[in-house]
């Protein structure tokens, strides 16, 4: 810490807090005193704030409140992530310790991952129909190839010496996996993780505003139907903040899985 | 013996893959209208090259789209790379920025159809604002990060020498952080196509996302599933180009 940092500390907190208040001051004259933006564009600051407390209070809108819809979307996305690192990560493993496995199962995987999982939105709704089925499928799909292939990179880049040296001590198979291979790819398995979850938020609300009975993208579809752009608003930050809010939950297992990194 | 299994291997994976298609289709495991065999697909995709669906041809689909990632794309390229060389060269500007950058970053791009839909319609125009959105993030942060790594004593170099800013922005900048930049580029372009066939799927009367959401609601899974195939190979062959300029770039600028 040199003292020049020092200095810049606190001001570094004025720029960054006044761009921020000019962003709202912005936002407030725009959409109301000058009248430059009609609510049909975007909503004044009140409206946002009006339509939150209308989500927040029964009987809500979209047929349901802020709660039930924000627990839909988080079971979805929690559901199909947790599937996918629990099937993802073990064939990862075993493709990156397995050359037949390799070999067998990567071609495959590479024929198929191009086709970008959003687009496969469609053709499960044909097979599952609108309901979690059809989502929990694609959120699965989203967040799979990302652990695979993390896993399989992470398992790939363990220093050989180690594995050599595990085996020359030896270590059976399973002392193998469990105390060489797998701590050796976590971090690479945590990045693919963090892909995953955030491949599995954009594939949920993706699926939620092609088609849905609840959730967070739902409330987007009916808003945009009715015309209210402050719903539309607290629907993204909701979003928005429950992604942040998941991040922060991998980086806490991630701390507590990796110990050694902190 | 062994290398030979392990060459095979892979023949091996492609035909499992293919085989196990045609024989759930052929002996009527999956019904045709929920999953057609391969040879329906490619029929499909050949007729519809000739035959227009939900308005236009395959090939119309497909240049739609490619029409709409480009100008997004390249605008989300212009705007992004400035934007992040400039947080990542002066605090100022990082400090007052960041804030609001961090802030938009979250909001997954698909969460910006709706607004795309009151501010441009529901016309050619409304998924760019979606694309934009997703590619526009990865492009500013490698050039922030590319911007924050060049030596400090090649700017106050090129200063010495009388390089005014605009100079030294296109002269020392831009080429010394290019790698980055590029690499920043090619994962806004991955982004980009995805958020494009999102918000093709909710909005829009042309385009292969357009194509295959009137196919599945037509419950036509052969029409779905050949624009899938044509969105994988389009996909592919936009980050096999990125790829061929992210190497000619390290090959001429790597020191």
Known sequence: MTPRQDRSVPLRWIVSGSSVALLFAAWYLVTGPLGLVSSLKFPAPLDAYDSLIRLIRSPGYADGILAQHILSSTELVLIGFLLATATGVPLGLLMGRNRLVDGYVNPVFQLIRPIAPIAWIPLTILWFGLGMGAKLFVIWLAAFAPAVINTYTGVRNIDTIVIQAARVHGASSKEMLFDVVIPGALPSIFTGLRTSLQACWMVLVAAELVGSFVGLGHIMIIASRDLDSGMILVAMICVALLGVLMSAGLTYVERYAIPWRR | ?255
């Open chain 2, 1 to 255: 013996m062994v290398a030979g299994i392990r060459g095979a291997m892979p023949v091996l994976g492609i035909a499992t893959f293919f085989g196990a298609w045609t024989l759930a289709t052929s002996l009527k495991l999956a019904p045709p209208t929920f999953l057609p065999s391969p040879l329906a697909v490619l029929h499909s995709m050949v007729e519809l090259t000739q035959i227009p669906y939900a308005g236009s041809t395959l090939q119309q689909h497909l240049m739609a789209s490619l029409e709409k990632f480009g100008i997004s794309f390249a605008a989300a390229v212009l705007l992004g790379v400035p934007f992040g060389l400039i947080m990542g060269r002066s605090n100022l500007m990082k400090w007052a920025l960041s804030p609001l950058f961090e802030g938009f970053r979250f909001v997954p791009p698909i969460a910006w159809v709706p607004f795309a839909i009151f501010w441009f319609g529901t016309g050619f125009l409304a998924p760019t604002l979606v694309i934009f959105a997703g590619a526009f993030a990865p492009c500013v942060i490698n050039s922030y990060r590319g911007a924050q790594l060049i030596e400090r004593h090649l700017i106050e170099a090129s200063q010495t020498l009388g390089a005014g800013r605009w100079r030294t922005f296109t002269e020392i900048l831009l080429p010394a952080a290019l790698t980055h930049i590029v690499a920043g580029v090619r994962v806004g372009a991955g982004f980009g196509w995805q958020s494009l066939i999102g918000a093709e799927l909710i909005v829009g009367s042309t385009g292969l996302g357009y194509m295959i959401v009137q196919a599945g609601s037509n419950l036509q899974p052969a029409i779905v599933i050949s624009g899938m195939i044509t969105i994988g190979i389009a996909g592919a062959s936009i980050d096999y180009l990125m790829r061929a300029i992210q190497h000619g770039v390290r090959r001429k600028w790597a020191h």
